[in-house]
């Protein structure tokens, strides 16, 4: 039934042989990669492969283990399969080749990635200010950067209504429902109700 | 020199009666324009209030004194090429200052206002206006080309440059020029949708278009002053025609009556249709009006 | 610093009257949709709730717009132009807030791009609560502005010149690269 899917993976494990290849379900599979096999790999995908379309590029913040991933979403024409490449960089002082002669869109993405996660790609000169104006700041999407504690100290918030009431309490007490315990906590609402 | 002062009184109460007229079939288009769009529009004297909003803003923001005479240029042109169109037939108080070259006189005044109000907005810097000035004198170059063929071929025709006479020629129903010569008629209402500013000719006014073009700067009582100029020059033209092609009036009824059966020529044609860019404007008016009108003028010399 | 004078008594009453009266029956808005609440706006200006009864028209440039609607969430750079934008309306004018965030942040109150509360920073005169608000909450919105010019409450132009340090230190707070004319009518 996964008969394409299985030829694809056993041409690219033969190509790549430190590759980790998964297939998660019918016309998806997913490629962990070194580091420095993605620039071969993206290539080798599109040419010979024909997994010509980039659908999207991604990074995802590992705060435990110290690393940012980087995945890359490929897909061809003929067969309506995904190929989801994975890499894990170092989080301190990332780098990473710029991939935009590949796929011309993916200069946008980098310039995203800069500024929002500190990611420095070399070959892309066109880095700099891009969505932020005069951010001089960690870069905001880092999930060490407490957003809530910045907006409370940059931006005023006006202060509640007096009669306010807790909308989670006030309809579970109307429905006869308990609020859930992972709910409780997006109750708060100022800095100072913790 | 003695001074008939019932024509002073005229030349008093034609601006007034122009202008209460011509910002009342303002909102009436509106109102037209609305009906057309399956909704109702505002009310028919919706236009004063805007015009009234827009004198008691409280501040007023100019780039220069020259900003200030572009209006003042535009109503000038408006208001004295009203005074030489008689506007009702057999009335002293009403025939203005109509001498005998006056239609030659007439195609010179009306252009004149466009160019004056094109030197004020040079003066605010802004390029939107600039751009917007440029593509509105190179559409005038456009449809002023039909207008003067038309009018050529009717003073050959009738041999003469006065409008008084050819009103008088115009005594009969059946003797209207919109019947003896109805080619140059054709010409001239083909002229006149482009001199009226509505689509599919308004690419210097929209306000979609570069942030409504010449105007852009100009907020307050600089755009009241254009809005009064605007009105009183389209029953200038309106009643210019009328006279020309529909025998004139002998009453305000007849006059109001057919100046609005001519209005909602261009209107009609406007609401139904999208807009054309500059260059598909002009090659427009030089192609079958031209041809039109140099048909016309053929036909009366032979 | 050059200051317009505005703040002229109208001697007669009845002047009073009648100007607030046209300024109520023709109010123009800027076309300038600052935020996802700007997706409202087509629909009331057309056929089917019909705004242009009230005299509602749609201006291209600010020079000869009346009203500002700040339709939802305002990050630091786009108040930046907002607040050139304000500067250059001749008065009397008027702001409109457009949904929660422009009240106390709405679901952005806690991110660290957009503002929270608009009125430390403009002058504004009405606020429409929704996220969005229909079309009929709008129209309501605008007859609660009729209201309040014709009672000769609608003086935002005045209260801003008035307060000017206030509002600068605010908006100097958030905008650290002020690079605009400290006046700019």
Redesign the interface.
């Known amino acids: 039934m996964l008969e394409k899917e299985n030829k694809f993976s056993e041409q690219i494990q033969k190509t790549f042989h430190s590759a980790k290849i998964e297939i998660k379900r019918s016309k998806r599979i997913s490629v962990q990669l070194r580091s420095d096999l993605i620039p071969p790999f993206l290539s080798y995908a599109k040419e010979l492969l024909d997994f010509k379309h980039l659908s999207h590029m991604s990074c995802v913040d590992w705060l435990e283990d110290n690393e940012l991933e980087l995945v890359f979403i490929l897909m061809n024409y003929d067969t309506s399969i995904q190929i989801i490449a994975k890499t894990r960089i170092e989080r301190e002082n990332a780098q990473f080749v710029s991939l935009k002669k590949f796929w011309p869109q993916l200069e946008t993405y980098e310039r995203e990635f800069h500024e929002m996660y500190g990611i420095n790609f070399e070959g892309n000169d066109r880095l700099g200010e891009f969505i932020l104006e005069d951010w001089n700041n960690k870069p905001p999407m880092l999930r060490d950067f407490d957003t809530r504690k910045y907006a409370n100290e940059t931006y005023y918030q006006r202060p509640g209504r007096e009669d306010a009431q807790n909308v989670r309490e006030t309809v579970s007490k109307h429905s006869g429902e308990e609020v859930p315990e992972f709910a409780k906590k997006y109750s708060i609402r100022n800095i100072d109700d913790e | 020199m003695d001074i008939n002062w019932l024509k002073v009184l005229g030349l008093i109460i034609t601006p007034i009666i122009a202008f209460f007229v011509g910002v009342t079939y303002g909102g009436l288009v509106r109102n037209i324009t609305a009906r057309i769009q399956n909704r109702f529009g505002p009310p028919v004297y919706q236009n004063f209030w805007d015009i009234i909003k827009l004198y008691s803003k409280k501040t007023s923001i100019h780039h220069g004194w020259m900003q200030h005479l572009g209006p003042v240029f535009a109503i000038t042109a408006s208001i004295t090429s009203l005074y030489f169109i008689p506007v009702l037939r057999d009335s002293v108080l009403f025939s203005n200052l109509s001498f005998s070259g006056d239609l030659i006189f007439l195609i010179y005044m009306m252009v004149f206002g466009s160019l004056g109000m094109a030197m004020g907005i040079g003066q605010t810097g802004n390029p939107n206006s600039a751009i917007g000035v440029s593509r509105g004198l190179s559409m005038m170059v456009g449809y002023e080309i039909p207008f003067v063929l038309a009018l050529v071929s009717i003073m050959i025709q009738f041999h003469t440059t006065s409008l008084n006479d050819l009103l008088a020629v115009q005594s009969k129903f059946t003797d209207w020029i919109i019947f003896q010569s109805p080619i140059a008629f054709i010409t001239g209402i083909l002229a006149f949708l482009g001199m009226m500013g509505y689509k599919p000719f308004d690419v210097p006014i929209a306000p979609a278009e570069l942030a409504s073009g010449p105007v852009s700067e100009f907020g307050g009582k600089y755009l009241a002053l254009m809005q009064t100029s605007r009105s009183i020059f389209t029953f200038a033209k309106l009643v210019l025609f009328t006279d020309i092609f529909l025998g004139g009036a002998g009453d305000f009824g007849t006059l109001v009556v057919k100046t609005f059966l001519l209005y909602m020529i261009p209107v009609l044609t406007g609401i139904v249709n999208p807009r054309f860019r500059t260059e598909q404007a002009i090659r427009f008016f030089w192609k079958w009006p031209t041809a039109l009108g140099i048909i016309a003028i053929l036909i009366v010399v032979w | 610093m050059v200051t317009?004078n505005?703040n002229e008594k109208d001697k007669l009453r009845i002047r009073e009257i009648?100007?607030n009266?046209?300024?109520k029956?023709?109010l123009w808005v800027l076309?300038y949709g600052t935020g996802c609440g700007a997706i409202e706006i087509p629909p009331t200006m057309?056929?089917?709730y019909?705004a242009?009864?009230?005299?509602i028209r749609?201006?291209?440039?600010p020079?000869?717009a009346?009203v500002l609607l700040i339709t939802g969430y305002l990050s630091?750079?786009t108040l930046?132009r907002v607040i050139r934008t304000y500067e250059?309306m001749?008065?009397?004018k008027y702001v409109i807030g457009f949904g929660s965030c422009t009240?106390?942040?709405g679901m952005y109150?806690?991110?660290?791009?957009?503002?929270?509360?608009l009125d430390?920073y403009l002058p504004v005169d009405v606020y429409i609560n929704g996220c969005m608000p229909r079309p009929e909450a709008v129209i309501q919105g605008f007859i609660k502005l009729q209201n309040i010019i014709a009672e000769g409450k609608g003086n935002g132009?005045e209260k801003y010149q008035e307060n000017l340090e206030w509002y600068r230190e605010?908006q100097k707070?958030?905008?650290?690269?002020w690079q605009m004319p400290d006046y700019n009518?």
């Open positions: 317009p505005i009648v100007e009266f046209a300024r029956h023709s076309a057309t056929s089917r019909d242009e009864r009230f005299g749609g201006s291209a440039t020079r000869q009346d630091t750079k930046k250059q001749q008065a009397p009240i106390n942040g109150w806690d991110s660290y791009n957009t503002i929270n509360a430390r132009a605010n707070k958030i905008i650290h690269n009518w």
